[in-house]
């Protein structure tokens, strides 16, 4: 064999391999996401549906407040009276 064929079959056994190992690694990594996913589904449904920590109402309140370009300082602050000098 030439030189240059052996360097070749190498090369695409290296590159085969590394495939092989990468696609590997981004399956572990979907499942991984999948499962993150159906466990923070799993929360939210608890938390919103079984009454708990969040209520439909207060989540409805903040997607306004993001909608109307509002920011946490300006939502639902009201101007100070001026202060009188007694």
């Known amino acids: 064999m030439d030189n240059v064929q052996v ?3 190498a090369v695409v056994i290296s590159l085969t391999t ?5 696609g590997i690694q981004v399956f ?25 920590l969040i209520r439909p109402d207060k989540i409805t309140g903040l997607l306004e ?7 946490l300082e300006s939502y639902g602050s009201h101007q100070e009276p001026p202060k009188s000098s007694v």
Do not use: P, W, Y
């Open 65 to 71: 407040m993001f909608r109307k370009n509002k920011n």
């Open 28 to 52: 572990l990594v979907i499942v991984d996401l999948r499962k993150a996913i159906k466990r923070l589904n799993s929360i939210l449904e608890d938390s919103i549906l079984g009454g708990g």
């Open 18 to 22: 590394l495939l092989v190992v990468v």
């Open 7 to 9: 360097l070749l079959i």
